[in-house]
Antibody
Framework: QVQLQESGPGLVKPSQTLSLNCTVS??????????WTWVRQHPGKGLEWIGY???????FYNPSFKSRATISLDTSKNQISLKLTSVTAADTAVYYC???????????WGRGTLVTVSS | QSVLTQPPSVSAAPGQKVTISCSGS????????VSWYQQVPGTAPKLLIF???KRPSGIPDRFSGSKSGTSATLGITGLQTGDEADYFC???????????FGGGTKLTVL
């Protein structure tokens, strides 16, 4: 079973870059079986897909982020990272990493990490 | 406003059955497989149904999924108080090129 754990600053200032990591355990991100995904959830709201990346380098992003989001893989650390630039209060949310497998389902999820954007 | 439409809330008594609908369009549900997720407050979503009707290992058969045209339905039988949660549908939209989710349905077991 794939285990995922998000980490990163809980507080980011407006206009700065949000940087999160997702450490994967019990599975190699180089395996190629999954697309590694980031999803966020505003407090009390629904889910919003940010994007995903495959070990092959294929990456897909939600156009609503207007190129602010970048997802990358660090195979040496078995981690997936998310960078979101020029953040505003609207980026305050719980950020989850997850695995995407066939049928576009997200089968394994991390516990999520709350990021607050505030000065 | 979500691309997929779900009722904000549903409720039923313990032991009863409930269905949750997810309405979309030809560019999402009409073309691609639907997944369903359960989110107990304060925890991460959990996959309940994938490829419209399939259950991951460990998900009881009280949970079922179906799809017809541009709508999908999650069914839960033998309701338990532990089923109280928010339920989300999700699907790839081929026009938007985005993984989209419904707004979520809060299930209350009375």
């Amino acid at each position: 079973q794939v285990q995922l754990q998000e980490s990163g600053p809980g507080l980011v200032k407006p206009s700065q870059t949000l940087s999160l990591n997702c450490t994967v355990s019990d599975f190699s991100i180089s395996n190629g079986a999954y697309y590694w995904t980031w999803v966020r959830q505003h407090p009390g709201k629904g889910l919003e897909w940010i994007g995903y990346i495959h070990y092959s380098g294929d990456a897909f992003y939600n156009p609503s982020f207007k190129s602010r989001a970048t997802i990358s893989l660090d195979t040496s650390k078995n981690q997936i990272s998310l960078k979101l630039t020029s953040v505003t209060a609207a980026d305050t949310a719980v950020y989850y990493c997850a695995t995407r497998s066939s049928g576009d389902c997200l089968d394994y999820w991390g516990r999520g990490t709350l990021v607050t954007v505030s000065s | 406003q979500s691309v997929l439409t779900q009722p904000p809330s549903v409720s039923a008594a313990p032991g009863q059955k409930v269905t949750i609908s997810c309405s979309g369009s030809g560019s999402n549900i009409g073309s691609k497989d639907v997944s369903w997720y359960q989110q107990v407050p304060g925890t991460a979503p959990k996959l309940l149904i994938f490829e419209n009707t399939k259950r991951p290992s460990g998900i009881p058969d009280r949970f079922s999924g179906s799809k017809s045209g541009t709508s999908a339905t999650l069914g839960i039988t033998g309701l338990q108080t532990g089923d109280e949660a928010d339920y989300f549908c999700g699907v790839w939209d081929i026009s938007l090129r985005v993984l989209v989710f419904g707004g979520g349905t809060k299930l209350t077991v009375l």
